[in-house]
């Protein structure tokens, strides 16, 4: 299957052109890490530290989605985002209350494990996102304390951000409960990621919380990798982006991804190709410790 898609990837992008622009704030400053999407395709990239990024294209009259943390979604043809400008997002804070100390107590929430199957990125921006819903006996131990992602890497150093969110009314991603970026470092192979979130204050409202594993398609995260194509006997070299999110196949339904600049809910598998798994959805590896 993934020579499969490989192979499509290869004859797909033969006849594209790369466009390069950067996004950058009202000051003029570069924003990076910017998620950036062709809408309504499963194609798009991330920009660089530096606010720059690159995408192959087959039609410049198609629109870009460009969407980053403290900032507000734009939407941009391809033949006008050489220069991107996003304008900014001015936040509320929330009081944050100190309480005397007192004996910690911990609670570990969700049955995520760290073998199961991985998704690639597909060279898209994608964002995976969990439901954790709120349950009465959370009230002894409410602040989430961390979060804990399990990644497969081919190289060490490679990035994803970790997202938070409150959950709208119609049950999808609604406003960052994080206001700043938190990039994640993972160790190559597969790991379990631990981030420490406690200085947040966030606890699981009554509507449930969001937490969500995002893609970055930027140059520290490339791999490439070869394959032999089965028909020509040819070496093709190809490339992907790390890390790869760890999933778990499940009977319930608290997937959400964004992707085409837009979130939807995840599907139940209905392929013929992994017959076991008919039936469930895909579910991003993602446990939560709750504190007192």
């Known amino acids: 299957m993934r020579k499969l898609t490989l192979l499509l990837l290869v004859v797909s992008t033969s006849i594209y052109s790369q466009f390069k622009g950067i996004v950058l704030d009202e000051s003029n400053k570069p924003i990076p890490y910017v998620n950036i999407w062709v809408e309504n395709e499963n194609s798009g990239t991330t920009s660089e530290e530096n606010g720059s990024f690159s995408i192959n294209l087959e039609d410049q009259n198609k629109v870009l989605i460009f969407s980053a943390l403290g900032f507000e979604t734009k939407k941009v043809k391809v033949s006008e985002a050489e220069k991107v400008r996003m304008k900014g ?25 760290k073998t199961s199957a991985v998704h690639i990125s597909g060279r898209a921006p994608w964002i995976y996102a969990k439901l954790f819903k709120y349950e009465i006996d959370y009230t002894k131990t409410p602040f989430i304390k961390d979060a804990i992602i399990y990644t497969n890497s081919e190289i060490k150093n490679a990035c994803f951000k970790l997202r938070v969110y409150k959950v ?3 049950g999808l991603p609604g406003e960052d409960l994080i206001k700043e970026d938190i990039l994640v470092f993972v160790e190559k192979g597969t790991k379990k990621n631990t981030i420490e979130l406690s200085k947040y204050n966030l606890n699981i409202p009554k509507e449930g919380i969001f937490v969500a594993f995002e893609w970055m398609l930027i140059e520290n995260n490339k791999i490439e990798f070869e394959y032999k194509n089965q028909e020509s006997k040819k070496i093709i070299k190809e490339f992907d982006y790390a890390p790869s999110v760890v999933f778990n196949y499940k009977d319930r339904e608290l997937t959400v991804t964004y992707s ?12 013929e190709l992994n017959k076991s798994a008919r039936g469930t959805v895909i579910e991003p590896a993602i446990n939560l ?3 007192n």
Not at 89 to 113: H, M, Q
Not at 260 to 271: H, L, Q, S, V
Request: proline share 2%; hydrophobic share 35%; net charge positive.
């Open 168 to 170: 709208k009314e119609d």
């Open 289 to 291: 410790t709750l504190t």
């Open 89 to 113: 997002i001015a936040f509320e804070l929330n009081e944050v209350v100190i309480n005397k100390s007192k004996k910690e107590i911990t609670r570990f929430i969700g049955d995520s494990k």
């Open 260 to 271: 085409n600049g837009k979130w939807n809910k995840r599907p139940k598998i209905d392929f």
